[in-house]
């Protein structure tokens, strides 16, 4: 019914392409803090504040931080919930990992779209685009989760993962 697009020169440039997207969402990890120090392994964990609950916060706060909206990086959790033990040779009775103090979510979507052109019966040309984090998501790392880092709580540093990227790919068979 669309008549643009089932003959002539718009049907052969608009019409027929395919498309795909390899879409990827995890939400945060679960954290854990550590003291380091002499301890096990050179990390201790350190010792749980009763009465404090533990939350994440926001982290389109880290966004705003590395755009320069903020001047000092946000802390991403309840840093006050931990203190440090006594002794860097006693384990402190923090847990491994806690559900609610959480690590960035990942974000990230690939998109593909590709074409065939018949030019002859024997010749035919394929027009294809690749574009890698096509929404141009910011990729962050995780918070510093060592009680005794000065950044204790805070995120410095961007993960990588790069801007995005696109690549065209043409391809002649014969």
């Known amino acids: 019914g669309m008549r643009y697009l089932n003959s002539g020169v718009l049907a052969k440039v608009f019409g027929g392409w395919q498309v795909a997207g390899i879409f990827l969402y995890t939400g945060g990890h679960p954290l854990g803090v550590t003291e380091s120090g002499i301890g096990i392994d050179g990390f201790n964990r350190p010792n749980v504040v009763p009465g404090v609950k533990m939350k994440t916060y926001n982290y389109n706060l880290v966004k705003d931080y590395f755009l320069g909206k903020l001047s000092a990086p946000p802390k991403m959790f309840t840093t006050n919930a931990f203190v440090p033990t006594a002794n860097q040779f006693v384990l402190g009775d923090a847990v491994r990992q806690y559900s609610a103090l959480r690590g960035p979510s990942?974000?990230?979507?690939?998109?593909?779209?590709?074409?065939?052109?018949?030019?002859?019966?024997?010749?035919?040309?394929?027009?294809?685009?690749?574009?890698?984090?096509?929404?141009?998501?910011?990729?962050?790392?995780?918070?510093?989760?060592?009680?005794?880092?000065?950044?204790?709580?805070?995120?410095?540093?961007?993960?990588g993962g790069g801007n995005r990227q696109g690549q065209l790919t043409l391809r002649v068979e014969f």
């Open 106 to 159: 990942y974000l990230n979507e690939n998109l593909d779209a590709m074409k065939y052109f018949n030019i002859t019966n024997r010749v035919r040309v394929t027009v294809r685009m690749d574009y890698f984090n096509a929404f141009n998501r910011h990729i962050f790392g995780g918070p510093i989760t060592d009680i005794a880092n000065p950044n204790f709580g805070e995120v410095i540093a961007e993960n």
